[in-house]
């Protein structure tokens, strides 16, 4: 998943962002609310996390005005505000979910994997496209009930490719979900790396799709 993390606190958005990179997902933090909101107009994510107490303009604001746009990003609240009537209006404002600090990390972790889970694409724990299986948890790949060995970035760009499997990706797009706004990445990553997965799982998992970029391939059979 591509995740903002919008926290003020420097300590706990880089550990946000160590934690989440590890399980594969694309991390961009902000600090304010302000950033916040102009990030979020200009970007795609599938998950925000969000701490209330911002500078320049609070995380309700930030989340009113997501909701009253339409957006129906998945978000997080992250906060010190313990109280039941905090909980009660981030939930009813329109956040997903509510976690106070302190907190234990591998509890956001198990909370962003709930998230995740509830896509529309997904079953249970697992991503399936055909006889291609994802397990969300694991991080391992089956095609036709054999694990294949795939590595981080294959795996993100497989789970990329599988959640909007009618989507047209362009390679800038790709670059950006794999490697972040500020990673240099080589010219022909995106090649190598579609190479590797068209290697072990067939030449037509990832199609190419000329003048535009690439999108999945048809389901393989079981």
Same mark, same amino acid.
């Given at each position: 998943?591509?995740?903002?993390?919008?926290? =003020?606190?420097?300590?706990?958005?880089?550990?946000?962002?160590?934690? $989440?990179?590890?399980?594969?997902?694309?991390?961009?933090?902000?600090? %304010?609310?302000?950033?916040? /909101?102009?990030?979020?107009?200009?970007?795609?994510?599938?998950?925000?996390?969000? %701490?209330?107490?911002?500078?320049?303009?609070?995380?309700? #604001?930030? $989340?009113?005005?997501?909701?009253?746009?339409?957006?129906?990003?998945?978000?997080?609240?992250?906060?010190?505000?313990?109280?039941?009537? =905090?909980?009660v209006q981030?939930? =009813?404002?329109?956040?997903?979910? &509510?976690?106070?600090?302190?907190?234990?990390? #591998?509890?956001?972790?198990?909370?962003?994997?709930?998230?995740?889970?509830? %896509?529309?694409?997904?079953?249970?724990?697992?991503?399936?496209?055909?006889?291609?299986?994802? +397990?969300?948890?694991?991080?391992e790949v089956?095609?036709?009930?054999?694990?294949?060995?795939?590595?981080?970035?294959?795996?993100?760009?497989?789970? $990329?490719?599988?959640?909007?499997? +009618?989507?047209? &990706?362009a390679r800038?797009?790709? #670059?950006?979900?794999? &490697?972040?706004? =500020? #990673?240099?990445?080589?010219?022909?990553?995106? %090649?190598?790396?579609?190479?590797? $997965?068209?290697?072990?799982?067939?030449?037509?998992?990832?199609?190419?799709?000329? /003048?535009? /970029? &690439?999108?999945? /391939?048809?389901?393989?059979?079981?």
């Amino acid at each position: 998943m591509k995740i903002l993390v919008v926290e =003020d606190d420097p300590l706990i958005a880089k550990g946000l962002e160590t934690a $989440l990179g590890r399980s594969a997902h694309q991390v961009r933090w902000v600090a %304010d609310g302000l950033e916040a /909101g102009r990030v979020l107009r200009s970007q795609d994510f599938d998950l925000v996390i969000l %701490d209330l107490g911002l500078p320049k303009r609070s995380g309700l #604001e930030v $989340l009113e005005d997501l909701r009253r746009s339409g957006s129906l990003v998945r978000v997080l609240i992250l906060s010190a505000r313990d109280a039941t009537q =905090d909980r009660v209006q981030g939930l =009813d404002m329109g956040a997903d979910d &509510y976690l106070t600090k302190p907190f234990e990390l #591998e509890e956001l972790l198990a909370r962003v994997r709930a998230l995740e889970r509830r %896509d529309a694409h997904q079953a249970r724990n697992s991503l399936t496209h055909g006889a291609l299986v994802l +397990d969300l948890e694991s991080m391992e790949v089956q095609l036709a009930g054999v694990a294949v060995p795939v590595s981080r970035r294959e795996w993100a760009l497989l789970r $990329l490719m599988v959640q909007h499997p +009618d989507r047209v &990706y362009a390679r800038a797009q790709i #670059e950006q979900a794999l &490697y972040g706004w =500020d #990673e240099p990445t080589e010219s022909n990553a995106i %090649d190598v790396h579609i190479h590797h $997965l068209r290697r072990k799982l067939g030449s037509e998992v990832i199609q190419t799709v000329r /003048g535009i /970029g &690439y999108r999945l /391939g048809p389901a393989p059979c079981v």
